[in-house]
């Protein structure tokens, strides 16, 4: 099965990151070892169906990758990407540090801190996540890092249109557009994985100083140089 979801030449690297999690992540508390039998299916063909919902060659920021999931699987199957690791557990940063440098992965960067540190500092195109907060909460920690034209695209449970209810007055106060709700992964995983994109509802309004601080690369249109009186 990984076959048609890993590009062959990456299928080595899923193969060493499943190994290193199914002995040095369980070893390490990063992932219980009841999931070493189901780690293909429940987690890393699940996390790399994810990357149909997101665009060719954009930067991608994770945010709780934990022990990289989804970020370190999207890396593996989409070496396009530009991913940003964000965690702030000093344990699981340095085990991800450790199997970006093992894996020789030139497309990742992991940042220790949380997300909310890197609020006016940086923006990215998609901003992941999976298992890491209630939708209402993850939309405040999300949605400062989007780019004016990106989403907040998060794996999601079945009670994801519940999580959409709860956050509505959240989802006004950020300025957000509707949410979409679609299932991926058909033919790969069963259950299918359940994602929900959220945009900026007028990118306009979004804020463009920040993103060109920090050389985070976002769609937002360079702002008129001052004329010089
Ligand atoms: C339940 S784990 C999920 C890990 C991984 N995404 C997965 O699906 O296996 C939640 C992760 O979110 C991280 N986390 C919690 N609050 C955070 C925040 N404010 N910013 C970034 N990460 C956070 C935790 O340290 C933890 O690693």
Not at 197 to 221: F, W
């Amino acid at each position: 099965m990984a076959r048609g979801v890993f590009p062959s030449g990456r299928l080595p690297l899923i193969e060493a990151y499943a190994a290193s999690l199914a002995s040095d992540g369980v070893v390490r508390g990063l992932i219980g070892p009841r999931e070493v039998p189901r780690l293909w299916e429940r987690h890393l063909l699940n996390c790399a169906v994810l990357g149909h919902a997101i665009p060719d060659g954009v930067a991608v920021c994770d945010i709780g990758s934990g022990a990289g999931l989804p970020g370190l699987v999207l890396a593996i199957a989409r070496p396009d990407l530009r991913i940003t690791l964000v965690e702030p557990l000093l344990r699981r940063t340095t085990y991800l540090s450790e199997v970006v440098q093992e894996l020789g992965l030139e497309n990742v960067e992991v940042l220790r801190g949380r997300a909310e540190e890197l609020h006016g500092g940086r923006r990215f195109d998609v901003v992941t996540s999976r298992a890491v907060a209630p939708l209402e909460r993850l939309l405040r920690w999300s949605m400062p890092l989007v780019a004016p034209q990106g989403s907040l695209v998060a794996m999601k449970g079945s009670s994801i249109n519940d999580e959409i209810e709860t956050a509505s007055p959240v989802l006004r106060k950020l300025g957000c557009a509707r949410p979409e709700v679609t299932s991926l992964g058909e033919g790969v995983v069963d259950p299918q994985t359940i994602v929900v994109r959220v945009a900026h509802a007028d990118p306009g309004q979004v804020g463009l100083g920040d993103a060109r601080r920090t050389g985070g690369r976002t769609t937002a249109k360079p702002r008129e140089p001052r004329r010089r009186r």
